[in-house]
């Protein structure tokens, strides 16, 4: 299986909904490791690693999000795998 680190931002109504406590508890289902935050613009934004199908799979259980987030956009870039990244969690 290929591995990979992928650099996500999720845009939409994804603050103060539970969104990234949602996206952290799917990542630890799926054995992914990362971190995902707020940031100032309104954006979240993750960053995750683990194999390419697992972090598909995350994607797209993102899409949907937890009962109030309305997510209009998820943007992805791909780096190379590097297997530094802690245990998924949200960074405050």
Known sequence: MSKELRI???HGKVQGVGYRFFATRVA???GLKGSIENLRDGIVEAVVEGEKKSID???EELKEGPRYAEVTKIDQETKEYTGRLGD???KF
Do not use: Y
């Open 28 to 30: 630890r289902r799926l």
């Open 57 to 59: 799979d995350w994607l």
């Open 88 to 90: 998924f969690d949200v």
């Open 8 to 10: 996500i931002k999720i």
